[in-house]
């Protein structure tokens, strides 16, 4: 580490003011390793100026920092708040971001989103205006009265103050804290369906932009959020601004739902943090099973919540996973009863594994998807479904999607509809096999061996027979496939079948059949069934 060179730190050789400021300005850029060996070598009266800088930059350091000091340490702290901070550090360096946060209730997200880390903001940014806006403008306004009334408390600590004539509860402008001169930046509250009328804003937030259970079923109050949403809240966002949602989901069609299937789903940076870690890439790097706050709700506590609100509730609030309500042929229970999490399927050896693929371009304006599931079967007739690789994609994408999987989870087989499209289908997948063996990503293996599928069936003759295999507790899903288990337990015959259910239904009913094997698995050199049959 390169280690700054300063003059001896003594009363002689700080008379300056000049030499001082200079010092404390090189102080400021150090780590705090040197900062702490500076402050240990300083003169008495150096050293009081230094901690008067400590206490500034622990101010300006994040959200989570000034609620510490000016707390006294009283400020609850935790993991998944300090992810919020550095959302909000993004942000004040200039970033224009989009945010979407989904945690359970009771953990702190708002306190932190829609009250500490505003105040924060508009100390590192007295020029810029804050939107905030909950499921009702008592609430908004709430989290706006308590800015305001911290501004009024710990103005002088933070550098800010309100202008006289703008104190309202629901709108306030700042001020020059010496002079009371307004300045451009203030805060504007309002709920949702509300009007923003006036300046714009740099930075929007929306904090629990539902209310309840009836509200997130109501199909009219979804539409009106989102009507909101697009035609009030986008239109007064200032360019180069950013936008927060903090919500806990209600809904599979509540407001983040419409943003994580939106047009614009890719540039959203998602926090999602369920109530108990239920996978591999959580944004804590907790082990799965891990709770999010184990220090004030710990895995005991959260199993008497499970207990008291019920399943559908649980996934819901606690989980950040919606379930919709059942249809007419799959069953919650058959899913939920028999899953397996990622650990134990370490322990399942499968015989079979292919890639099922139903890609968009049916008879129904609805698929707009294409389906890529992987799974497997084991000697004794279990079915695991493995992985969904869904999505809105083209067929120069998902060719090379599939092939990837199939490497992915070592698939002997890839099966694809041929309904729509004919040899198509075969092609694409053999020309994207092509194209990563080009690139040396298939590592010499052969091509798994493409099963085409000619859908003659109905989808009710297609689609009963598996569900009976889950009814008899054969097939497992390999930890969480929330849209695709929603599509499954919505899905009544006589409804156009969406992609990801269709590819499901392929891809075990390929593995239903212990007679089924590859054409081509005696060609095989690499091999990819040595040991499974």
């Given at each position: 580490?390169?280690?700054?060179?300063?003059?001896?730190?003594?009363?002689?050789?700080?008379?300056d003011a000049d030499e001082t400021l200079r010092l404390i300005a090189a102080y400021r850029r150090m780590p705090r390793a040197e900062r702490l060996r500076i402050a240990r070598r300083a003169s008495p009266s150096l050293r009081t100026a230094?901690?008067?800088?400590?206490?500034?930059?622990?101010?300006?350091?994040?959200?989570?920092?000034?609620?510490?000091?000016?707390?006294?340490?009283?400020?609850?702290?935790?993991?998944?708040?300090?992810?919020?901070?550095?959302?909000?550090?993004?942000?004040?360096?200039?970033?224009?971001?989009?945010?979407?946060?989904?945690?359970?209730?009771?953990?702190?997200?708002?306190?932190?989103?829609?009250?500490?880390?505003?105040?924060?903001?508009?100390?590192?940014?007295?020029?810029?205006?804050?939107?905030?806006?909950?499921?009702?403008?008592?609430?908004?306004?709430?989290?706006?009265?308590?800015?305001?009334?911290?501004?009024?408390?710990?103005?002088?600590?933070?550098?800010?103050?309100?202008?006289?004539?703008?104190?309202?509860?629901?709108?306030?402008?700042?001020?020059?804290?010496?002079?009371?001169?307004?300045?451009?930046?203030?805060?504007?509250?309002?709920?949702?369906?509300?009007?923003?009328?006036?300046?714009?804003?740099?930075?929007?937030?929306?904090?629990?932009?539902?209310?309840?259970?009836?509200?997130?079923?109501?199909?009219?109050?979804?539409?009106?959020?989102?009507?909101?949403?697009?035609?009030?809240?986008?239109?007064?966002?200032?360019?180069?601004?950013?936008?927060?949602?903090?919500?806990?989901?209600?809904?599979?069609?509540?407001?983040?739902?419409?943003?994580?299937?939106?047009?614009?789903?890719?540039?959203?940076?998602?926090?999602?943090?369920?109530?108990?870690?239920?996978?591999?890439?959580?944004?804590?790097?907790?082990?799965?099973?891990?709770?999010?706050?184990?220090?004030?709700?710990?895995?005991?506590?959260?199993?008497?919540?499970?207990?008291?609100?019920?399943?559908?509730?649980?996934?819901?609030?606690?989980?950040?996973?919606?379930?919709?309500?059942?249809?007419?042929?799959?069953?919650?229970?058959?899913?939920?009863?028999?899953?397996?999490?990622?650990?134990?399927?370490?322990?399942?050896?499968?015989?079979?594994?292919?890639?099922?693929?139903?890609?968009?371009?049916?008879?129904?304006?609805?698929?707009?998807?294409?389906?890529?599931?992987?799974?497997?079967?084991?000697?004794?007739?279990?079915?695991?479904?493995?992985?969904?690789?869904?999505?809105?994609?083209?067929?120069?994408?998902?060719?090379?999607?599939?092939?990837?999987?199939?490497?992915?989870?070592?698939?002997?087989?890839?099966?694809?509809?041929?309904?729509?499209?004919?040899?198509?289908?075969?092609?694409?997948?053999?020309?994207?096999?092509?194209?990563?063996?080009?690139?040396?990503?298939?590592?010499?293996?052969?091509?798994?061996?493409?099963?085409?599928?000619?859908?003659k069936q109905g989808k009710r003759l297609r689609a009963e027979p598996i569900a009976q295999l889950y009814a008899q507790g054969l097939v497992h899903h390999v930890g969480e496939h929330p849209r695709l288990e929603g599509q499954l337990v919505t899905w009544i015959?006589?409804?156009?079948?969406?992609?990801?259910?269709?590819?499901?239904?392929?891809?075990?009913?390929?593995?239903?059949?212990?007679?089924?094997?590859?054409?081509?698995?005696?060609?095989?050199?690499?091999?990819?069934?040595?040991?499974?049959?």
């Amino acid at each position: 580490m390169t280690t700054t060179t300063l003059p001896d730190l003594t009363p002689s050789t700080l008379s300056d003011a000049d030499e001082t400021l200079r010092l404390i300005a090189a102080y400021r850029r150090m780590p705090r390793a040197e900062r702490l060996r500076i402050a240990r070598r300083a003169s008495p009266s150096l050293r009081t100026a230094l901690a008067r800088v400590e206490y500034e930059m622990a101010i300006h350091r994040s959200p989570g920092s000034m609620a510490a000091i000016l707390t006294e340490g009283r400020e609850m702290q935790a993991a998944h708040l300090a992810l919020i901070d550095k959302l909000f550090q993004r942000i004040a360096r200039g970033e224009s971001i989009k945010a979407l946060i989904t945690m359970p209730p009771r953990h702190g997200k708002s306190r932190r989103a829609a009250r500490w880390a505003p105040l924060w903001y508009l100390a590192r940014n007295p020029n810029h205006r804050i939107m905030i806006a909950s499921y009702g403008a008592d609430l908004a306004e709430e989290h706006s009265r308590w800015i305001r009334d911290a501004i009024q408390a710990y103005g002088p600590q933070i550098g800010l103050a309100l202008h006289s004539g703008s104190k309202a509860a629901g709108r306030f402008d700042l001020a020059d804290p010496v002079t009371g001169d307004r300045w451009e930046g203030g805060l504007v509250a309002a709920g949702v369906g509300g009007g923003l009328t006036g300046k714009g804003a740099h930075l929007a937030i929306v904090d629990d932009p539902i209310k309840d259970a009836a509200d997130a079923e109501s199909p009219t109050m979804r539409r009106r959020l989102w009507e909101w949403w697009t035609s009030v809240l986008n239109t007064r966002l200032e360019p180069g601004g950013s936008i927060l949602v903090i919500q806990t989901r209600w809904h599979e069609h509540d407001l983040a739902g419409h943003l994580l299937e939106g047009e614009d789903a890719d540039e959203w940076i998602k926090l999602d943090l369920p109530a108990i870690c239920d996978s591999d890439d959580d944004p804590l790097g907790r082990p799965i099973g891990a709770a999010l706050w184990p220090a004030r709700f710990g895995t005991r506590t959260l199993e008497k919540f499970r207990r008291a609100v019920g399943e559908r509730v649980w996934w819901s609030l606690y989980m950040q996973k919606p379930r919709p309500m059942e249809g007419g042929v799959w069953q919650w229970p058959w899913i939920t009863d028999h899953r397996i999490g990622p650990v134990g399927f370490q322990g399942v050896d499968l015989s079979r594994i292919v890639v099922a693929v139903d890609h968009a371009g049916g008879s129904s304006d609805v698929n707009d998807e294409t389906g890529i599931i992987a799974a497997g079967r084991t000697t004794d007739g279990h079915l695991y479904v493995v992985t969904d690789r869904s999505g809105r994609m083209g067929a120069d994408t998902w060719g090379q999607e599939a092939c990837l999987l199939a490497l992915e989870v070592d698939a002997d087989a890839i099966v694809v509809e041929a309904n729509f499209g004919g040899d198509m289908a075969k092609q694409i997948v053999s020309q994207a096999w092509g194209k990563l063996a080009e690139k040396g990503e298939t590592k010499g293996r052969l091509m798994p061996a493409v099963i085409e599928v000619h859908a003659k069936q109905g989808k009710r003759l297609r689609a009963e027979p598996i569900a009976q295999l889950y009814a008899q507790g054969l097939v497992h899903h390999v930890g969480e496939h929330p849209r695709l288990e929603g599509q499954l337990v919505t899905w009544i015959p006589g409804m156009d079948s969406p992609d990801r259910m269709d590819a499901c239904v392929h891809a075990l009913t390929e593995l239903a059949d212990p007679a089924a094997v590859p054409s081509s698995s005696g060609t095989y050199t690499d091999q990819r069934l040595a040991g499974r049959r």
